[in-house]
């Protein structure tokens, strides 16, 4: 019986990494450990992340719990639990989770981790970001839309000759594009639950593998970066973009 029960756990933990992003529940730890989330500093990740959804908030783009916010400090990941409105977390809100062992060191009691997390860790894993941010934007839905009727569900959104798109990348260490470059972000298709989205998320960012940013079909974005400055204003310059994108869809002018 304790040969099996050992068994049965290592099996479970084997399946878990398998899976390649699924977060490890280690109950060797304190699920409080409010140190971790303890900070005066305005850029420790517990206080960032709580400034950034409220400011993503006033923009429309996590309204209704939706949307969220991860940040990698070192060895440590903090996230937004689910189901929290977005304009009211706190800091004891977050959880935290140990990298690389993906063992989750702060469970805030009564709270769920957020369905968004095993993308944030592609993120984490594939780009190595500080950063990365989800929002259910409706432009970004917009365009969505729009690229699926003019060039079906394998298109990606393009846009050129526009000033803004030179905040945004040409790939980690490529600097940034140009007014002339043209911007491609790719588009997978929406799933009925969020961490669903994670192969295909995956497979959009080997693909694309200068992206910083993939679409969701009827949902909304992901956005990294480099930095927590660059990923918001990454994420800032691609919602300006589009909704210039549906803007210029209206008066029937061309986005490249």
Known sequence: MVASSITGAFLSTFINFAKGNSPVEDDKHDEN???????????????????????????????????????????????????????????????????????????????????????????????????CIHTHSQWAVLVTLLVEREKGNEGCFEISNIEQIKGIPRGKGKGYLGYFDTLKVPIIENTAQEEDLT????????????????LVRRHGIYVWGDTVAKAKTQCESLDYIFQLAVEMHKMGLPWV
């Open 199 to 214: 192969e295909s998320l995956e497979a959009a960012m080997d693909k694309y593998p200068d992206t910083y940013a993939v």
């Open 33 to 131: 450990c409010d140190h971790l989330i303890t900070s005066n500093d305005p850029n420790h990740p517990a206080n960032h992340i709580c400034e950034l959804c409220r400011k993503f908030y006033a923009l429309g783009w996590v309204t209704g719990t939706g949307g969220g916010a991860s940040i990698r400090r070192d060895s440590q990941i903090f996230f937004a639990p689910s189901g929290v409105q977005k304009e009211m977390l706190q800091p004891s809100d977050m959880f935290v989770l140990e990298y690389p062992s993906k063992k989750y060191i702060r469970k805030p009691p009564a709270l769920k981790p957020s369905q968004c997390t095993p993308l944030f860790m592609a993120a984490f894993e594939k780009r190595e970001a500080a950063c």
